[in-house]
């Protein structure tokens, strides 16, 4: 028979997001974590997902909940510009960037809506930030705005133009940045008149 674990020895666990495979490596059974789970000494935030009661919960918890379960997963697009305090708009899905191949694994909250791409369209202009002890790779701020140029036709022009004049209102990219990536994402000659057009009219 497993050994019982009380509140007391949860205490040791370490902080953040803890998957089970965590919790088991740590030397509990999942039999354990279950019974932490009913006596409220861990919280269930989701099917295989615990944390500790006492854990501070940061507005971006949905972001590094996803980034634990996908963690090949970068978090872009809507849920970048959320990120970056770029848009007025809260979506409801996570937006996550796969390499080609890769199967995230079925979540049921939050939801995620995936996207594809390989190699510097996967790569280039990604950050990574700690969010609840999680690591969680988030594009930056001109790549995030490229990309939504680049997927204009899934997540609308109207976002992606928000975007654009939100980021050069407030300077949040360089206009040497926003022309880099939006040729890596081969959205160059889409972005460029945007770009002239409002920096023209920012500086009337």
Known sequence: MAPQIGSHQTKSLPEGILRTRDLTALGLT????????????????????????????????????????????????????????????????????????????????????????????????????????????????????ADCFKYRSRIGVDVALEALKECLRDRRASVADLYRYARVCRVERVVRPYIEGMLEALSA
């Open 30 to 145: 999942r039999t354990q974590v279950r019974r932490l789970a009913s006596r409220g000494n861990l919280v269930a935030l989701s099917r295989g997902l615990y944390c500790k009661p006492d854990t501070p919960m940061d507005a971006r918890h949905s972001l590094a909940e996803v980034s634990k379960r996908v963690p090949r997963g970068i978090i872009c697009l809507t849920s970048a510009l959320q990120f970056h305090n770029l848009t007025t708009q809260n979506p409801w899905q996570a937006c996550l960037m796969l390499p080609p191949g890769y199967h995230a694994p079925r979540i049921d909250s939050p939801a995620i809506w995936t996207f594809r791409a390989s190699g510097e369209a996967l790569t280039a202009g990604v950050e990574e930030h700690i969010i609840e002890g999680v690591a969680v790779r988030v594009t930056s701020v001109a790549r995030t705005v």
